[in-house]
Nanobody
Framework: QAQLVESGGGLVQAGGSLRLSCAASGRVFSTYPMAWFRQAPGKEREFVAA????????IYADSVKGRFTISRDNAKSTASLQMNSLKPEDTAVYYC?????????????????WGQGTQVTVSS
């Protein structure tokens, strides 16, 4: 059974940093693109970043470009999201996702595999 488990969320002051991790198991996630989405209270789920299966290509939402970095370690079946210069508007539940198609996508409906989410709260 495919499983994604996020960790690393927490409370941080504005300007601070957090590193989210995603542990994958149950399928050959090393061949799948992976992505991070987030959802703030009362808002729709939004794309944050995505990475191809070999890490050769990444895409980011404009709101996080230059501050967040997505990476992966296929040998460990993990993906990470390094978040720097955090802002209060980054407060949300962050989800790790994966899809079997090789191309990257901004659309949450195109990612069938989801973790349970981890809360990130940025105080002003």
């Amino acid at each position: 059974q495919a499983q994604l488990v996020e960790s690393g969320g927490g409370l941080v002051q504005a300007g601070g940093s957090l590193r989210l991790s995603c542990a994958a198991s149950g399928r050959v996630f090393s061949t799948y693109p992976m992505a991070w989405f987030r959802q703030a209270p009362g808002k729709e789920r939004e794309f944050v970043a995505a990475i191809t299966w070999n890490g050769g290509s990444t895409i980011y939402a404009d709101s996080v470009k230059g501050r967040f970095t997505i990476s992966r370690d296929n040998a460990k079946s993990t993906a990470s999201l390094q978040m720097n210069s955090l802002k209060p508007e980054d407060t949300a539940v962050y989800y790790c996702t994966a899809r079997s198609r090789s191309s990257l996508s901004y659309r949450p409906a195109e990612y069938p595999y989801w973790g349970q989410g981890t809360q990130v709260t940025v105080s002003s």
